[in-house]
């Protein structure tokens, strides 16, 4: 039988890396949620207002991940390129989830605009985390 190490479990779970991206990751949510809370007091619709908070919130993810976060720099102009667009591509899918499922939320269950966006601004955290993780942001050598 494996005994755990929870010590190594420890390291894992919290260091510099999983500190700050939880960090940034909450003042992206309160990004995401202060944009929408915005928009829908101005009368915007909820489904405009949302899409506004996803695109703000993911420009101001990007340059905490990719700076502070995962500490990544790139030698050239088309490694930026490259990253990027993987970042794109992954928050994107990220975004996809979010904007659809706050509207299937709403729209189906009848559930508050305002807490089905808090709802899936949390499971998208978990998300972005392990795209960024193992997609975007990756170690190169």
């Not at 990004?31 to 420009?59: A, E, H, M, P, R």
């Amino acid at each position: 039988m494996n005994k755990i190490d929870y010590k190594k479990l420890k390291n894992k779970l919290l260091n510099r890396e999983t500190i700050l991206y939880t960090i940034f990751g909450i003042l992206t949510f309160f990004v995401g949620i202060i944009v929408y809370q915005v928009f829908l007091y101005f009368g915007v619709d909820y489904k405009i207002s949302n899409l506004f908070s996803l695109i703000l919130g993911k420009l101001f993810a990007y340059v905490m991940n990719k700076f502070f976060v995962f500490r990544c720099r790139q030698d050239n102009f088309n490694a930026f390129l490259k990253e990027f667009m993987s970042f794109v591509f992954a928050r994107g899918l990220t975004a996809l989830v979010d904007y659809f499922g706050v509207i299937v939320m709403v729209e189906i269950f009848g559930m508050d605009k305002l807490l089905s966006k808090y709802l899936f601004q949390i499971i998208v955290i978990f998300m972005n985390y392990f795209f960024g993780k193992q997609m975007v942001f990756k170690k190169r050598s």
